[in-house]
Structure formats: C-alpha cells, structure tokens
C-alpha cells in the first residue's frame, strides 16, 4: 500500500472511523483537507468534516458488514438448526414421547419410593366395602416443616369412616389443628390412590372416586364474586358432584354472612351431604349448635380438637378425640396473636356476657361498653427484693448474699 506525507499510516482492513466528537490523537482513517488528494485510490470517502475527511477502506467496509449482521446471521442460522432437528425427529416423536412419559412415571415413582422409605410411610390396603380407616396418620407437609423449625414431634391421629360413620362433625378451637386434620386425610387418600405409600402406621380404604374440598376464604371480584358468593358456588358445586364413594372436606361453611344466615345454611349442607350424597365426609365448624346434628343423624359423630387452658393461656393438643367441644378458644388465640390486653380483657367480658344472655335470655347486651379495668397487681416483698436486683452487675458474692436474702424473705411468716 502507498503512503501519504504528513499523514499516519493507513493498512486495509486496520484502519478505522473516528466517531463525532471523539478526542485525542488524529485517527489512522481521518485525513486533513490539505492532504486528502493523496490518499490511495481504494479509499472511499466516508464523513467529510470541517477540516478534514474521514475514509474507509473496501476491507474495513466488508468486515463492517459481516460484524454488523453477524448476529442477524447467527440467529438465522440457530432458526435453520432448529427446524432442521425437528424434521430430524419428526419420525421418532411417538418413541420419543413414550420414552418421556416413562421417565417421568419412573422419576415420580422413585421419589415417592425414596419418601416413603425416608419418612416410614405404610402400604395401604384397598378393600371393596365402603371406608376411610387410617391409623396414626400424619400430614407430611406439616410434620417436615416441624421437624425443620421446632424439633417437635408431629401429633398423629386415627380416622375411620364407614357405613355407620359417613360423616364427623369436627369442633374446637382456633389454631387447634382441624384444617391439618382434614387435609392430612384427604392426602393420605389421594396418595393411596395414585399407589403411593402413606403417612400413616395403616391404611385401609373403599372405593373412593373423587375428593371434594371446601377450605379456606378467597374471592373472585374479578368475576363480580364475593368472598362468600364463591363458598356457595363450591358448596353447590360438591352438593350436585359428591356420591357415596366420594370424600368430602366443609372447613367452617357459612362464616361470610349473619350467624342465623350460616348456621342454617351450615345445617341444610350437612343434612344434604348425610342424608342425600351419603358422602364420606369431614365437616369442621365453629356453630356449637351443629353438635347436635349427630343425634337426628345416625351416621354422623361428634369430634372435637383437644386444648387445655392454664389461666388466661392455652395449650393446643393437637388431637382429635370423640365429642363435642367446649368452647372455640377465640379470645385465647386472640391474645395469643398479640392483641392489646384491654382490647381482649373487653372481648372476654362481652363474651361472658353474650353467654349469660344465651343461658338466661336476658336483655341486648352492650357490645361497645369500656373494657374493664385491669386487675390490680399487689407485689410481695419477695417480688420487690427480686426486681432491686440487676444480675448483669452481682459478684459471685453478691448474689449468693441476695439469694439468702430472697430465702429469708420467703420463709418470714405474714403478719
């Protein structure tokens, strides 16, 4: 290649375009005016600026062109691959797709395998007379999530369901376990009869064709649902659905409207699932009035979840035991969830109040009377020497004093 005086070397396919409002040293494609008759005759102008002219070269123009549709290129060729593989496996996809379905069978069947080895889940047993009969059943969800956080051993419970016991009436306070309880067994079937192991000690189980649910609270405004209009639309949807050989989950029915409003609806559902589908069914309520169902409806039983009350505590069993409950605990669970302590003292007073009027047919009671006041706390003087002492500031000597002097105090006989 020539060169020009006075101007840098310029190689083909080297050379380059300074951008517009670049900086700097002159660039190898940039050649002043005074100078640009003397440029070699491949050079094609590009850019003529003030005082000078910008040039490319034919090799810098091609090498252009191929990197700026390089990946229009690339594209095009991934396009080209792609089609060309599948028309390369168009004749295969029958082998291919039973080849696929295998795999996943056999990928589900080993992880079911390796869980019910892991986990000590039983083989269930299958049985033509009608039944659910589960004995030490657990929720495998929950009873990891346990193991994971607390340490605690999962509560395990039995089950059993039959032609003279189609339906349980399930109470007992909130946070008690009767959700964990319903839903472990509608898991324990469903596993059986996918021809999974089971989370249970045993297994036994009738013809069952569909499982039926109506847990939890949700809307769907989007289609002009409410809350409660949904939880009638599934009612209605397992009223007409539901046979004898189905199994049936009703989580607290009838809470989106008045308590007369849901307890009849509540009652006319129960009545139609014992006596029209006949379906084995779970039904979990928080309307004490449902205990009574049992003793017009033979296949009915009354269950409840245990809890125990130490005060103004409550302690959660977590079992479920035959009867009804004696109370729903909310005010307990209330508290429990950190509600301000006058809030729940006056919750605990209108409830008593609510229940004396029911048990004695008084007059309307004042829902928004003050709440009462707080019981005053007197300190003993074993309390007041105990709260004087900082621990984080004691000798050893110190607090061995002070541990006499706490003894002394708690042996003085009381005037």
Not at 74 to 89: G, I
Not at 363 to 389: H, K, N, Y
């Amino acid at each position: 290649m020539r060169h020009v005086d006075d101007v840098p070397a310029v190689r083909p396919g080297v050379a380059r375009l300074c951008a517009a409002g670049d900086g700097g040293d002159a660039n190898p494609g940039e050649v002043t005016q005074g100078q640009a008759s003397k440029v070699p005759d491949d050079y094609r102008r590009r850019q003529t600026l003030k005082n000078a002219e910008r040039f490319i070269t034919p090799e810098l123009k091609a090498f252009e062109d191929k990197a700026l549709s390089a990946q229009e290129r690339a594209l095009a060729r991934e396009k080209w691959l792609y089609e060309h593989l599948l028309n390369e496996l168009q004749p295969h996809v029958p082998q291919l797709t039973r080849f696929g379905r295998a795999i996943a069978a056999l990928d589900a069947l080993a992880a079911l395998a390796e869980r019910s080895l892991t986990l000590n889940w039983c083989a269930p047993e299958f049985v033509a007379h009608p039944c659910i009969e589960i004995r030490a059943g657990r929720h495998p969800v929950v009873e990891a999530r346990l193991a994971e956080t607390s340490g605690a051993p999962f509560i395990a419970n039995d089950t059993l369901l039959g032609p003279k016991a189609r339906m349980q009436v399930i109470t007992g306070p909130n946070m008690g376990g009767k959700s964990t309880y319903m839903r472990q067994v509608a898991l324990i079937v469903l596993l059986a009869s996918i021809g999974s192991y089971v989370p249970a000690q045993a297994c036994r189980l009738g013809p069952i064709d569909a499982i039926h649910t109506r847990i939890g609270a949700a809307d769907d405004l989007a289609n002009a649902q409410s809350t409660f209009m949904l939880e009638m639309t599934e009612a209605a949807q397992i009223i007409h659905g539901a046979t004898e050989q189905s199994l049936v989950l009703m989580d607290e029915i009838g809470r989106g409207t008045s308590t007369f409003d849901g307890l009849a609806l509540a009652s006319a559902i129960a009545t139609q699932l014992h006596d029209r589908n006949k379906a084995f069914t779970l039904f979990a309520t928080h309307y004490f009035e449902l205990t009574e169902f049992p003793r017009r409806h033979e296949r009915a039983q009354n269950w409840h979840v245990s809890a125990a009350e130490s005060g103004e505590d409550i302690v959660f069993l977590h079992a479920i035991e035959p009867g009804p409950a004696s109370r729903s605990y909310g005010v307990q669970v209330a508290r429990l969830a950190g509600m301000p302590p006058s809030l729940v003292r006056q919750a605990r007073a209108t409830l008593e109040a609510l229940e004396a009027q029911s048990r004695s047919g008084e007059s309307q009671v004042d829902l928004f009377a003050a709440a009462p006041a707080a019981p005053a706390v007197t300190c003993s003087e074993v309390e007041e020497a105990l709260a004087a002492i900082d621990p984080d500031t004691l000798t050893p000597r110190e607090a061995l004093d002070a541990l006499y002097r706490l003894k002394k105090l708690q042996s003085t006989p009381k005037p």
